[in-house]
Nanobody, 115 residues
């Protein structure tokens, strides 16, 4: 059971970036997946989540209207589209799922928003 993030990088303020979270060993249509982020010196915070059915989606207030979580069941992948990025969005982004009571995390991908 594994989650692998990709798509991070350096982007200018106001720019966009799309992150991917590829799951293996379980299906994203059976277990919900969340995106978290952790900035230097700060606690890890929930950014967005999507339920197993896809019917329930949640966003942190700080990203509402700018970030969009989605999934491709055929690719068993969850995405985080990030628009209008701000320097405060700089962090390591992780995807997470609770699989059979086990807290599964990816290795994280760095997102840096800077001019």
């Amino acid at each position: 059971v594994r989650l692998v993030e990709s798509g991070g990088g350096l982007v200018q303020p106001g720019g966009s970036l799309s992150l991917s979270c590829s799951a293996s060993g379980f299906t994203v249509s059976t277990y919900g997946v969340s995106w978290y982020r952790q900035a230097p010196g700060k606690e890890r915070e929930l950014v967005a989540s999507i339920s197993s059915s896809g019917a329930s989606i949640h966003y942190a207030d700080s990203v509402k209207g700018r970030f969009t979580i989605s999934r491709d069941i055929a690719k068993n992948t969850v995405y985080l589209q990030m628009n209008s990025l701000k320097p405060d969005d700089t962090a390591v982004y992780y995807c997470q799922s609770l699989w059979r009571g086990n807290d599964i995390w990816g290795q994280g991908t760095q997102v840096t928003v800077s001019s």
